[in-house]
């Protein structure tokens, strides 16, 4: 759906938890009604190019009309403004608790889904974030834009690094969803649309991080994972789906799992292909480095086969059990270290698709399904059932947008909010309790390749999804929304799936992580701008 300069967006945005919110009022207080006016500036603070977006937004179960920008720019900092009704509770609607404990503005982030990146709120050196919260320092430039904004309007602001586009598109957290083509503009020109940072916080800005997008799929039941980022695209292909028990000699499997990885590689052009084989730590050190080393070249050979190698430069190397990607000593642990790596590195300057269609079928499902605008009934995780159904999947760059509606048309009470997550594990396995309440399940297919959300990291091993990462379960008789960005898979039709989820925690226990499956097919892509 192209998107014009100065678009208005109908998005929803469900507060935080309600053990959460009682930072604004008590828990036996009902919400106040939403101010029906569409809040505004001062005419003589617009000037060309500082235009705020308004967007339609769901907050609390009313409907809210938002200003969204611009984003101005002073020296190495672009400040975002966000206005609303002042009785719409914007401070506790746009909060992350994960990103600070002090409610505001913080769960917003910036995106540039053409360049692939994110931006972040910026924090001082305490990590304190820079974002509008009660106890703002405040000042004349607070003042003013306040009285020029109106008595009924609330202005927040959130600092972030300063873009170096004329535009940026803005990520509300809570299912607000993608607002894009917000303006980004030099302080001169911006009025009384912004406020210097000194009156957020007293200290300077240390940090405002930029990150890049990445992304993780997985094939033949996850036996073929690729991990896609800026510098490098590794695709580990189990070895338990290869070769035998201590054998180095392909098995009668092993040809659906490395076409798979031959597809990832036929991708690109060219570049430094390492194909490196691990093991895991059952044997003595110097039997399991030549076992991988082995193992590495029996697949090296073989995807030679399968895919044209003239134009990468190939090394086989093994690396034994010195390089274990799961710890412990679980049959889990020790299956997901026994793996061959194809490790390749490119010079070209953006992630190349992969335009073959994946040669595996479509994996079996346990859960309801559904098709196009039809919905699925699960239960919530709470024993609330809610409804399910896909509101709008668009393009952008080179991303999906996908935007869910989440119903509680039956529950005699309030729907779980982890009812889309892998629980208290990111998509690739790692543990964060963060993510208990985020969309980190919902996923695309393609045949047999599973795309999970796009991420990114937040630290050296913390990643933090590209799409709701605490989702406010619906009210008895209100609905939500949940927003979730995933890699493009380059077809005009997405097949939404929530699979099954358990974890191993000992070689003799698994816990079982109740997640809810279903799947939506046939929905249809729209365009973005």
């Given at each position: ?460 091993d913390r990643r933090d999804p590209l799409a709701d990462r605490v989702i406010d379960g619906p009210e008895p008789g209100s609905s939500i929304l949940v927003t979730v960005l995933w890699p493009d898979p380059g077809t005009d039709t997405v097949v939404v799936d ?32």
């Open positions: 759906m192209p998107q014009p300069t100065r678009a208005t967006v109908r998005i929803a945005l469900p507060v935080v938890l309600a053990v959460l919110a009682c930072v604004a009022c008590s828990p036996d207080e009902p919400p106040t009604p939403a101010d029906s006016r569409t809040p505004s500036a001062s005419p003589s603070a617009m000037t060309a190019g500082t235009d705020p977006v308004t967007a339609e937004v769901v907050l609390k179960g009313d409907r809210v009309t938002l200003e969204v920008g611009p984003v101005v720019v002073t020296d190495d900092i672009g400040m975002l403004r966000i206005a609303g009704p002042k009785d719409a509770s914007l401070q506790t609607g746009l909060w992350d608790v994960f990103v600070s404990l002090s409610p505001g503005a913080n769960g917003v982030r910036l995106v540039d889904l053409t360049e692939g990146t994110v931006s972040l709120p910026a924090r001082t050196e305490s990590d304190a974030v820079f974002a509008s919260w009660v106890m703002s320092v405040g000042g004349p430039a607070t003042d003013t834009a306040a009285q020029a904004a109106g008595e009924q309007t609330e202005v927040l602001y959130v600092a972030f690094a300063a873009p170096s586009t004329s535009t940026v598109d803005v990520l509300l957290p809570g299912g607000g969803g993608l607002v894009e083509g917000v303006p980004v503009a030099d302080a001169g020109d911006a009025g009384v649309l912004t406020i210097p940072t000194s009156e957020i916080r007293e200290d300077p800005v240390a940090t405002a991080p930029v990150v890049r997008l990445d992304s993780y799929t997985e094939q033949v039941g996850g036996q073929v994972r690729t991990r896609t980022t800026s510098q490098t695209v590794t695709v580990a292909i189990g070895s338990d789906v290869l070769f035998g028990v201590d054998s180095a000699d392909l098995g009668a499997q092993a040809d659906a799992a490395l076409t798979a990885a031959a597809q990832q590689v036929r991708a690109y052009e060219g570049g430094a292909l390492a194909v490196v084989g691990h093991t895991d730590d059952v044997a003595d050190d110097a039997y399991n480095q030549g076992l991988s080393e082995r193992r590495a070249q029996a697949v090296a050979t073989r995807l030679g086969e399968l895919a044209d190698l003239a134009g990468f430069d190939v090394s086989v190397q093994g690396r034994g059990e010195s390089e274990p990607t799961a710890t412990g000593t679980s049959d889990e642990a020790r299956a997901a270290n026994r793996r061959v790596e194809l490790v390749l590195t490119t010079e070209q300057d953006e992630v190349a698709e992969v335009t073959e269609p994946p040669a595996g079928a479509l994996p079996e499902t346990t859960g309801p399904t559904a098709a196009g605008q039809g919905a699925v009934t699960i239960d919530s995780g709470n024993n609330v059932p809610v409804d399910v159904r896909v509101r709008e999947v668009r393009r952008v760059g080179r991303y999906l947008v996908g935007s869910l509606e989440v119903s509680n048309t039956a529950g005699a009470a309030k729907a779980d909010g982890t009812l889309f997550s892998t629980g208290a594990w990111d998509a690739r396995g790692s543990f964060d309790a963060g993510l208990q309440q985020a969309a980190t399940n919902v996923t695309l297919l393609r045949g047999d390749l599973r795309l999970y959300p796009v991420d990114y990291l937040t630290g050296e929530a699979p099954t989820r358990s974890k191993q925690i000992t070689q003799s226990a698994a816990v079982d992580m109740g997640v809810q499956p279903f799947r939506i097919t046939d929905v249809p892509v729209t365009e973005g701008r």
